[in-house]
C-alpha cells in the first residue's frame, strides 16, 4: 500500500489527498501500524494521520480535514478503527471519497462483529467516487450476512 500511495504522490507531489486508509480493530494496534507508517511515510514524503480516540473527535478532525485555504494540508494515509472512523465520517467534514487503497486488518473479526456498520458506508464512498471500482463478490455476500 505505502508504495501504491508514494506513486500516486509523485503524480500530484503538492497536493495531500487521502489516498490510503488502514482500519484495525482495536486502539492499541492502530496506534502501533500509525508509529510505523508516520516513520516510512516520514521517509518518502507523505503524511500519515491518527484517527483512534487518542485526542478528541475536535482534535482529531483538525487534522484530517483540509482547510478551504489549504487544500493541500490533509494526510495522505489514516489509520483509524471502526468506531473512530464512522464518527468522524458522521459528524465532521472529513471524506474518503479519494481512497485508492482500503486495508482491513483483522478482516475476520472486523466483519463479523458489525461496529456502527462501518463497511458497508466506507466501500459506498470509496466506490461512489470510482466508479468503475466494482464490489469484490466474497465482501459483498459478507456484508448480506
Avoid at 508504495?3 to 494496534?29: E, F, K, Q, W, Y
Avoid at 516510512?40 to 514524503?45: P, T
Avoid at 456502527?116 to 471500482?133: A, D, F, K, N, Y
Wanted: hydrophobic share 45%; with cysteine.
Amino acid at each position: 500500500m505505502l508504495s501504491g500511495v508514494c506513486l500516486l504522490h509523485r503524480r500530484a507531489p503538492h497536493v495531500n489527498i487521502l489516498t490510503g486508509l488502514v482500519v484495525l480493530p482495536t486502539r492499541d494496534l492502530a496506534v502501533q501500524v500509525y508509529s510505523v507508517l508516520s516513520t516510512l511515510g516520514l521517509a518518502a514524503g507523505l503524511t500519515v494521520a491518527l484517527a483512534a480516540a487518542q485526542e478528541s473527535v475536535a482534535a482529531e478532525a483538525a487534522k484530517l480535514v483540509a482547510l478551504p485555504s489549504k487544500p493541500d494540508t490533509g494526510p495522505h494515509l489514516l489509520v483509524a478503527t471502526p468506531g473512530r472512523l464512522m464518527a468522524h465520517l458522521q459528524a465532521t467534514a472529513f471524506s474518503i471519497r479519494g481512497v485508492r487503497f482500503l486495508v482491513v486488518d483483522e478482516a475476520d473479526r472486523l466483519l463479523r462483529q458489525d461496529y456502527q456498520g462501518w463497511l458497508p458506508e466506507v466501500l459506498q464512498q470509496i466506490q461512489h467516487s470510482h466508479s468503475s471500482t466494482t464490489q469484490h463478490p466474497p465482501v459483498r455476500q459478507q456484508m448480506q450476512q
